[in-house]
């Protein structure tokens, strides 16, 4: 039975990794929709620059997050700060780095764990605005 259990323990530590923080089960829901870059990040949460970098870095350790990286045609290179060239890539496009995107153990997660409990939170919200405007007749 031992090593049933040390099978799941990695798991176990990505999942608390995540829920230390409300903020980063917040943070692995919106990179869930898309890549980001922390500032937007920050910006989406409601919360400040320096507080989203502590949370960034704790889920890349973690393995749930990582820089995000594409091949890009130059006039599609983002200008903004934080945007670093790789090298050239095939067919002549740039490698760049920009932002943060969920790995394949942080989709898991998100899956198995972050949908869930939101899709939870929105039907108890719902169900008491239904209720209040009940009252309210």
């Known amino acids: ?76 290179i983002p200008k903004e700060k934080g945007t670093r060239l790789n090298g050239i890539g095939g067919g002549g496009k740039f490698k760049v780095s920009y932002g943060v995107e969920l790995t394949k153990n942080g989709k898991n997660i998100v899956n198995q764990f972050i949908d869930p409990l939101y899709e939870e939170e929105s039907g108890t919200m719902k169900e008491k605005i239904k209720n209040n405007k009940n009252e309210d007749e």
């Open 1 to 76: 039975m031992a090593k049933k259990e040390e099978k799941k323990k990695p798991i176990f530590e990505k999942v608390g990794i995540v829920f230390r923080s409300p903020v980063r089960a917040d943070i692995m829901k919106q990179l869930s929709e898309s890549p980001q870059r922390p500032k937007k990040l920050a910006d989406e949460i409601g919360i400040q620059r320096q507080n989203i970098n502590y949370h960034l870095n704790a889920l890349k350790r973690g393995g749930l997050i990582k820089t995000h990286t594409e091949e890009l045609a130059e006039e599609e």
